[in-house]
């Protein structure tokens, strides 16, 4: 193998090899055999990464401070099976509509550990949530503050909530997904007097109970001084308003946005990385404001799941254009994986077949789709390529599938989970029936 190959390697899910025919092994499957069962494209599921990450979440903050709850952010991915893993490693999970909540309830997850956010919850969405006994709503305004508050009047309940404030802290990421600044969709500023007005309207609010404030910056966050600046501005905002209001902070939650490897480099924080610095400052910021230290909750998406995943192609076309590109086209794209098109994102790959050869030809993988943009990782340096080869691509196990599309009624893929060298299907592929299933003539 190559040296560069081994460091890619270190992003695929723990303990990926390559067998002595160069063929790359995930959670001790052959990609190049599942690829073959299940088709392509195909998302690979590591149980033992998945519940890796869970646990080393919940290690690196608990270890700091005691009073910590880890929820699984659902919109990175979720289903039946996933639920149950995230339940039975102990976290909570947040949900942003109704679908994901109900995604949960499938899954008899505990409704106190389920917290429930969104910039519209719709009052048929709220009825659920308190139907159910969710943990918490995340008030993101005061138009859902008054709809919630008349809503769990009629339902006879009183429900617990945490007030989304939006700081106006920059984390310099994408600007199609930066929350926590001041000109932005989500959150109460704290700049304009809406934070203040929500903790007054809440705090007499009959059918409320206001246990704290929670942010989210945005994601993915590759510093870890944006969050130490937001939390400072959160907890002096809540001392303040306990000074004035009698507002009592029980619990404080600094959102999710851990950065992960999507590439080998650049090195981004590890989790303990992000941990030191939030909890050091939790604690040096409320002593020194002389505030008791709050719960805090902590909301890792993609830091959970996506080193999980692995995006299985395969090969068809190559098309060469002399001192130009060579495009080399797999047989998905934008409509398992909308990232690089959306955001830019970058990418790694590897020819899971050929993952032993020496890496001497320059492609760009390009996607199906009838959108010149569709196109997975732009001049990656691989093994001479044929049709037929298996490209894998690393870190796909947050944000593709959840943002999946029929577009050009292409089916979506199928997933499989894999664990001690047994694939077990999670969701089967669709099929053309599918497509117009739901549709009426
Ligand atoms: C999206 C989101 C998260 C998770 O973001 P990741 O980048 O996947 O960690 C956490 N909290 C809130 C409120 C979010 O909107």
């Excluded at 929500?198 to 704290?212: C, D, K, P, Q, V």
């Excluded at 480099?265 to 939790?282: G, T």
């Excluded at 979506?412 to 089967?428: C, H, N, Q, S, Y």
Aim: hydrophobic fraction near 40%; include cysteine; charge should be positive.
């Amino acid at each position: 193998m190559s040296p560069n190959n081994s460091s890619i390697l270190s992003i695929f899910p723990f303990n990926t090899k390559v067998n002595s025919q160069g063929h790359l092994v995930i959670g001790g499957c052959d990609a190049t055999a599942l690829a073959q069962e299940f088709g392509t494209p195909l998302y690979v599921l590591d149980e033992f990464t998945i519940r890796t990450k869970c646990q080393e979440f919940r290690f690196e903050f608990s270890k700091r401070y005691p009073d910590i709850l880890v929820i699984y952010a659902a919109k990175a991915f979720i289903n039946p099976s996933l639920a149950n893993i995230i339940k039975q490693e102990g976290l909570g999970m947040d949900v942003v509509s109704g679908g994901e909540l109900s995604i949960a309830q499938s899954a008899a997850f505990p409704p106190e550990k389920v917290y429930f956010h969104g910039n519209n919850k719709t009052a048929s969405e709220l009825k659920l949530a308190l139907n159910w006994g969710i943990g918490r709503v995340v008030v993101d305004n005061l138009f859902e503050l008054d709809l919630l508050n008349k809503m769990a009047q009629e339902t006879n309940k009183k429900q617990d909530i945490l007030l989304r404030i939006n700081p106006g802290v920059d984390p310099h990421t994408h600007r199609f997904t930066t929350t926590g600044i001041l000109d932005s969709k989500f959150g109460l500023p704290l700049t304009t007097g809406q934070a203040e007005a929500a903790i007054i309207r809440a705090s007499s609010a009959s059918h409320l109970s206001l246990l704290g404030l929670h942010f989210h910056l945005g994601s993915p966050i590759s510093e870890i001084n944006p969050y130490q600046v937001a939390i400072e501005l959160a907890l002096k905002f809540a001392q303040k308003m306990k000074a004035k209001h009698g507002f009592d902070l029980r619990e404080l939650s600094p959102g999710g946005g851990f950065a992960v490897q999507y590439t080998p480099r650049p090195k981004i924080p590890s989790v303990s990385d992000y941990a030191d610095a939030i909890v050091s400052k939790l604690k040096y910021v409320s002593d020194k404001l002389n505030l008791a230290h709050p719960r805090c909750t902590i909301e890792p998406g993609r830091g959970v799941l996506a080193q999980a995943g692995v995006a299985l192609y395969s090969i068809g076309s190559i098309k060469k254009i002399p001192k130009v590109r060579t495009y080399a086209a797999v047989d998905g794209g934008i409509g398992d994986n909308i990232r690089p098109a959306l955001y830019q994102a970058k990418y790694e790959a590897i020819v899971a077949n050929k993952a032993n050869q020496e890496m001497t030809t320059k492609v760009t993988i390009a996607g199906r789709y009838c959108e010149s943009g569709d196109i997975l990782v732009k001049d990656v340096v691989l093994p001479p390529l044929s049709p037929g080869d298996i490209i894998a691509i690393p870190a796909s196990g947050a944000y593709s599938i959840p943002m999946s599309s029929n577009y050009n009624a292409v089916p979506r893929p199928a997933i499989v989970m894999v664990k001690d060298g047994e694939p077990r299907l999670v969701r089967r592929r669709e099929s053309y029936q599918d497509l117009i299933s739901l549709d009426i003539n």
